[in-house]
């Protein structure tokens, strides 16, 4: 039989399905169990290979009966004709190459499936019901180690002393606004703010493209703040969008825009994924100004009806070409959809594919201002091919990294990250890692202690790292090469900052050397190239790097230095009227979340009092 060239078994030429004289191999019969051992028929008397094709069916696609719909498999085919509907069949309705991990947007989810650009909730393997035990479990379903971001308010401002003859004034920013700049620090706008808040504050769509660390977040926060204060808000719809790829750049757009907004007593909420969702849902409820998002958790809210945004009269998408790359594209379109009209104000590096799309499509005869196009910032910085040894590599980096200031090091993988990281703190150096594969909380404190200076070395991926927005970065050193050159100017982007100087460092292998050059030639940068050893005086003069490492570091001490804060637990509150956490004399089980299942009957003072008394005695009325 020539089908046994291509198939196992066949179903027609099996004997009875409850028949257990089956004389082929236990691995040949189709009721082999490649888990479990050999069974003939499971509670729905399916046979093994007439279940689901994701829990064990080995044999190729062509050969699998549930792939195969014209080629066997009758009984299955009938059972779909008929309508019934197994567990093998309930995600029929999606394309076969979009489920699981590579679904999209478009489909239904719900909170506790995963947001895989955006990290949103967990999988809908791990029960919330059977994890009551940990204690990094809030009551409310979140998870203790999550992002968390308030609001900040710069108190009372004197506007008494603000110049009207420079600065922001002469842009037409309210004097409250100009006094908040003041005290943070900010006096004087960039290139891109005084080309872009005009034409925003007048109403116009407003599409630029500036540099990373060239001011964009001012250009569109400034405008905003603008715009709104001139009018009260009518009712508790949001007023202004502004959209984030990550959920690292929506925090710190976050925290640049609220000190701000507090000036002119308008509300702001940080909406991303990894934060829990009752707050940002409750302030959806009590009514809010200004909305900063990642597109991921936006939507969910959207799908979920907690979320409306037909109110939106200006909407900002930064670094919408990050957006195009992790494929959220979609997510935004529905997003604008449910905005409608409205002033649009959108940043990008490029304006090519998926972006001048969105462009055409949803901006009004936008205003184009391009100040410090990317290569032209990478150009300003000094760049470095240094072609080393492979068994000299990690030494290297940690000579490298050896140095005073803030020092970025790019690894390709997750897995590579951590891995750097760990031989960096080996040879005493205080580095950690920032990946998508560290939950939000881990990642949030991580970057807090880079900015702040406690961790001097970030060892971060691409995609990570295009959430960081810290001024006084000196050096990126590219131990692993970018996959492009778009790649290479935006790892170089993150030095040489709002005019500061910086170096860009990549260290070379032999086998790479053609495709570095290639990256070089497409970015437009010239570096100087060096072959470099261990010691060498190059290396310290252009790292600034000290080549004597200090002893290694203990996990302790670096735990203690991203360690989360304490936390507690949310809950009812004690022992009161039933609650939680103590124990209560109706309650023989404690604070235990299901002790309501084996609770004496309720009785009342008089009745428990005949019953002690009835056995133990009279007692004396302080007793009760």
Known sequence: ????????????????????????????????????????????????????????????????????????????????????????????????????????????????????HNGGGRGSHDSRSGRRDRDDWHADGSDADTMEWKATDLGELDTSTVNH??????????????????????????????????????????????????????????????????????????????????????????????????????????????????????????????????????????????????????????????????????????????VGQGQKLLFSATLDGAVNKLVRTYMNDPVTHEIDPERGSVATMTHHAFQVKPHEKVSLMAEISHRAGHTIVFARTQRGASRMAEQLREAGVMAGALHGGLTQGARARVLAAFKEGSLPVLVATDVAARGIDVDDVTLVLQVDPPMNSKDYLHRAGRTARAGQDGAVISLILPHQRRTMARIYRSAGVHPEEAQVRLGDEHVAQVAHCTPALDAPIAQEEYDAVVAPKPQRRKGKGGGRRNGHGRYHHNDRRGGRDDSHAQRRPRKDREQARRDHEARYGRAGNDTW
């Open 165 to 338: 003859e420079g600065g922001f004034s002469t842009l037409g920013v309210p004097d409250p606004i100009v006094a908040a700049l003041a005290a943070t620090g900010i006096d004087e706008p960039f290139r891109i703010q005084i080309a872009a808040i005009p034409d925003a504050i007048s109403g116009k769509d407003v599409l630029g493209r500036a540099s990373t660390g060239s001011g964009k977040t001012l250009a569109f926060s400034v405008p905003v703040l603008t715009r709104l204060s001139a009018e009260q808000r009518a009712d508790r719809r949001p007023r202004a969008l502004v959209l984030s790829p990550t959920r690292e750049l929506a925090m710190q757009i976050a925290d640049v825009i609220s000190p701000l907004a507090s000036a002119m007593h308008l509300s702001t909420i940080l909406v991303a994924g990894g934060m829990s969702y009752g707050p940002q849902t409750k302030a959806f409820k009590r009514g809010v100004d200004i909305v900063v998002a990642t597109p991921g958790r936006l939507v969910d809210l959207l799908e979920t009806g907690d979320a409306d945004l037909s109110g939106v009269q200006m909407t900002v998408l930064d670094e919408a070409d990050h957006m195009a790359d992790l494929g959220f594209m979609q997510a935004v379109g529905a997003i604008l959809d449910a």
């Open 1 to 116: 039989n020539t089908r046994h060239t291509y198939r196992r078994d066949d179903r027609r030429d099996r004997m009875d399905r409850r028949d257990w004289n089956d004389q082929r191999g236990a691995r040949d019969r189709a009721s082999h169990d490649f888990e479990a051992g050999p069974r003939d028929w499971d509670a729905r008397g399916r046979g093994r290979y007439d279940g689901d094709w994701r829990r064990g069916d080995r044999r190729g696609s062509s050969r699998r009966d549930d792939w195969r719909d014209d080629h066997g498999n009758e009984r299955n085919n009938a059972r779909r004709d008929r309508g019934e509907r197994g567990d093998w069949h309930q995600d029929d309705a999606e394309p076969r190459n979009e489920r699981r991990g590579h679904e999209r947007r478009e489909h239904d989810r719900s909170r506790d499936r995963w947001d895989r």
